[in-house]
């Protein structure tokens, strides 16, 4: 059963924007925080925002002013608006429980690659 799939991912040069999106089962997240984490060639899987059932939101330092995440419950899906991007935010970007400090448990969806070059 396919529980977490991540889109919008593509190239994009340095100071593009790119949406991601992804859709979450209900059942297995629907009360859940949720986040957006990405993982770069060699480094580990790092959150990068959260955003809790009621829509508040944080952010990782690298990544406030430029990333903002929304969610929609009744869809079932919690976006990321990436501005501004930098070449160091290339990687794999995932979506899954999002509490900082606390690595999910469970599996991962496939990701969406996200490359920012010239």
């Known amino acids: 059963q396919v529980q977490l799939v991540e889109s919008g991912g593509g190239l994009v040069q340095p100071g593009g924007s790119l949406r991601l999106s992804c859709v979450y089962s209900r059942t297995i997240f629907g009360s859940n925080t949720m986040g957006w984490y990405r993982q770069a060639p060699g480094k580990q899987r790092e959150l990068v925002a959260s955003?809790?059932?009621?829509?508040?939101?944080s952010y990782a330092d690298s990544v406030k002013g430029r990333f903002t995440i929304s969610r929609d419950n009744a869809r079932n899906m919690v976006n990321l608006q990436m501005n501004s991007l930098k070449a160091e935010a290339t990687a794999v970007y995932y979506c899954?429980?999002?509490?900082?400090?606390?690595?999910?448990?469970?599996?991962w969806g496939q990701g969406t690659q996200v490359t920012v070059s010239s």
């Open positions: 899954n429980r999002g509490v900082w400090s606390t690595p999910p448990v469970g599996s």
């Open positions: 955003i809790s059932p009621g829509g508040s939101a």
